[in-house]
């Protein structure tokens, strides 16, 4: 399955709209210092690197193409070290140089033809810029808390979704997100706000708002299932959410997609997270009925319907 490049494929979704509207990643990291905001030259100098990598995660995208237009983009992906020595420059600080470090060892990937390799290295270089996210191990932690944490029952479910192994969720504590969210916003001129629900990022992390997670949380360890009314859409948002962001981890960044195939991956979403297959039923329905048409369940494409482009089962009359 074609996957695009998600470190700079996902900031670009970032940029645009935001997602809103396994096992443990080692030692948990030294009661944590809170990584300083970018500088103006920082934010200067990481334009040029995103857009820079941006250019080189689409030429890859390219070079898997049989054929002239695939070996054109393998050639340029041979000169990506040159080219970014010339065109990006040298980083102003100490951090930003071990980003370009990464990316420049993308660039030795790529210039060996490791496609594959070069990508990994893209996306894991977010861990050198976003030290607030990214850059930070969590402990794994399951069940009823609010620190920041890799989440195993979530991230079960979402490399079952994804079909992605080795996909994790990442819920924050509340100080953490607002940190993580100044990071990412002063990167992004603002465009990244505390409306996002969650993101992706590295290509297979799942990050989610702390309200999101503390529903999930309870819906999953509680067995709450609220019969109707306001906290029932809240819930169904919340697993439209989730299943949103695991068709980036396994589809890439296109928001209507992620959000149509992520209405019909709901049912089971709510299913793995332990609900009775009627209440799953009743949770994608009410996405569908009361989220999706009134614009409050992200991206919509007129394909998004039974029988539609977008219909990942045309056959079947069962929707979303
Ligand atoms: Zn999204």
Redesign the pocket.
Known sequence: MKRAPVLWA?LL?LLT????GGGGEGPAAPLHRVAPLPSAREVAWFRQMAAFADAVSNLSEQAAAPGPAGLKALAALRSCGPIFRSSVGAAPSRRQRAAAQAVLGACADFARDHLRAGDRALNESSSTIFLRSDGRHLPERGGLTAESRVEPRLSQVVAALSGVPGTVVRCWSLPDWLALIDERGAYTGGAVDLRAD???SEGRRVNLAPRMCERLVRFVYRGERPARGRTKLQLANTVLTLA??T??VSQG?N?AV??CYGLQRMRRASVLLGAPRRYANSLAELAWTGLYPYGLA??HSPQCHNGGKLDLHPRSRVWP
Request: aromatic share 6%; glycine share 16%; hydrophobic share 40%.
């Open positions: 996902s979704v709209a935001g997602c809103g969650g993101f992706v949103h962001e068709v980036h960044a928001e992620a959000t992200k991206a």
